[in-house]
């Protein structure tokens, strides 16, 4: 059941039972109220009747204050009685999160965790409502506490709430760090990759000093160095068809914070089938989105509004694209708050509306989601996903892709190995062939970055346009080898006519290809062999092969 509507039950079991304290408390001094107007009563008339009999009978006095203590002995059982069948106390405040079937697991890989927060902490006198914090929790919460739209309950079901986050990358950690700050009781970090430097600039919870280190681990390290009073669960494996509902189930919010298609199903899948909502958030470049699946009676689930997988090619990740560190900030943010809005069931939750954000405009709009897909495979009416299923579901086949992490892509092999050379042959080529040209098929803005001296730019994703900018490149260089007398070993036949190109000399100068990491270029090669450009040779593994081995000191990125 996902947890606002738990946390509905819960509110309108409150409800009905300050109801109930209120009628308790108005019949209590209804009947108070008799009582003491018939003993102030009694007590007049029996002054009288004592001054009266003390007269005549000296013991009369003390035999009437042995029955008027019986009577008030009486009168106070009565009383006791009536306030144990009408209480005037509230009970406590039913939890928002029903009990699990099964008892939350220990961390991971035998991972250390945080002492749990206390929950049944020893009821005080000033805890009318027995909302269970105690005097520290509301010293460090006070701020959201006394506010007026959240307030003491609300922080005491983030106090016993728990959330999972998958990644604990650029969206991940701004929302560890937030739900760990606002007093989330347990919060799981599922990540299998290590910190690297080039992570640091958007996923702010790592540092210098745990460069190399596991993210699970050193998110984990930040979010209980942050509060101490949480437990901090760490999973270092990846998240698996086999794994994944076992997960889900420990924890009542989930937290998408992955970078990759396979991934965003999965983690869709495994909320349906364990009836649990889940916060799902992305960012590339300057954009970002989020929305809450899973969650209420018509929420939808991922699936619902994708039930095709998105092409490879539509699917950039930040290794490739780009992103700016501020951005999965934000975004990562406003998961964080999403996540806190179901567990304190405070705020309206971004079920079935789509927050789009450009950040470069400064624009935030909602665009309003489709209800759930009756025929969906995952939440349908009979959905074909199921705990039971979902362990054997190929999810690479399905979207195309491999659930990678923030690596690079996996080199390919597109073109012969014999028209490829390697970097330290292209540096030995570049020294012994002056005339050679070297083309450069990054985007613009990794080829401003660097560059080998001399490259010619034609970026790939619009290379047809420069098709006409190697040619010309191509003719000037064997023009300018056609004026200088060629070395004997080169000279044509006698009576044979030399081969031109644009107007070009007798050869074609040597035509090197390189990309990032020998992809694209591969690519680019195979397309000047179309355009009749057949001499073209690639560079295995391009520039980021060239910097581990020839120059180390050519910048990767």
Known sequence: MPVMRQLGVGEASLQSTQTQHSRAQRAHSRTEAPVTRATSFLSAQYMIELQTDMSSNPGALEQELERLRA???????????LKVSQPGELPPASPPVAAREEPPAAAANGAACCPPAATDAAAHDWDGLRHGLDKDQIARYSRQIVLHSFGVQAQARLCR????????GGL????????????????????????????????VIHREATVGMHKAL?????????????????????????????????????????????????????????????VSGAAIGTDGQLTVYCHGEDGPCYRCLFPEAPAAGNCARCVDAGVLGVVPGVIGTLQALEAIKLLSGVGDPLSRRLLVVDCAAGRFHSVKLRAKSPTCVACGASPAITAATLPTYDYAAFTGQAA?????????????????????????????????VLLDVRPAEQFNICHLPGALHAP????????????????????????????AAQQHPKGEQPDSAEGGSSEQPPLYVVCRRGNDSQRAVARLRQLGISHAVDVVGGMEAWARQVDPTFPTY
């Open 71 to 81: 009577q008030n002995a009486q009168l106070q059982a009565e009383l006791n009685a």
């Open 161 to 168: 709430g728990s959330v999972l986050i998958v990644g604990a």
């Open 218 to 278: 050193s998110a984990a390290e930040a979010c209980r160095a942050l509060n101490s009073s949480i437990q901090v669960e760490t999973h270092l494996e990846a998240f698996t068809p086999a794994n994944a509902v076992q997960l889900v189930r420990q924890y009542d919010v989930v937290v998408d914070a992955s970078d990759n298609a396979p991934t965003r199903y999965l983690i869709s899948d495994a909320c349906c089938a364990a009836g649990r909502p889940l």
């Open 460 to 487: 790939f994703k619009q290379f047809d346009r420069h098709v006409d900018s190697v040619k010309h490149r191509l003719a000037a260089v064997a023009q300018g080898q056609a004026t200088a007398a060629p070395p």
């Open 404 to 436: 990678a992490n923030d690596a690079a892509p996996t080199p390919l092999q597109l073109i012969p190995r014999e028209e490829r050379i390697t970097p330290a042959q292209l540096q030995q080529r570049l020294a012994s062939q002056p005339n050679a």
């Open 172 to 203: 991940g950690s701004p929302a560890a760090l937030y739900l760990a700050a606002a007093g989330v009781a347990r919060i799981g970090i599922v990540d299998r990759d290590v910190v690297e430097l080039s992570n640091i600039h958007r996923q």
